[in-house]
Structures are given as C-alpha cells and as structure tokens.
C-alpha cells in the first residue's frame, strides 16, 4: 500500500512540488544569508518526493 501511494503522490504532483523546492534552494544558495534557509529547503525536497515513512527532524 505505502508504494501505490509513493507513485500515485509522485505522479500526481510530488516531482513538481519536489523541482520547485530543489530550484528555490538553488536561488537561495546563491546568496551567502541564504544558506540556512537552503538547507531546509533541501529538508523538504525528501518529504516532497518520499512522504511516507519521512520526517523531518529540526536541529
């Protein structure tokens, strides 16, 4: 059941939304104040694309 559900959010709009924040921490990155705000886009960008099974710990 977790796999039809991983391919079904991944089709259905997961890469999409999984692209948008790796592109948002790529323009952060280019700003030097940026880089804490990057890192948790990255953070992100795993439970976009994998959220079953995922979490986010906040350090």
Do not use: Y
Not at 26 to 39: R, S
Request: glycine fraction near 12%; charge should be positive; aromatic fraction near 16%.
């Amino acid at each position: 059941m977790r796999l039809i559900g991983k391919i079904l959010l991944f089709l259905l709009g997961g890469f999409v939304s999984g692209m948008a924040w790796v592109l948002s921490g790529v323009l952060w990155c280019i700003i030097i104040f940026g880089i804490p705000f990057e890192i948790q886009f990255f953070k992100n960008v795993k439970l976009a694309l994998s959220p079953f099974g995922a979490t986010i710990v906040h350090d």
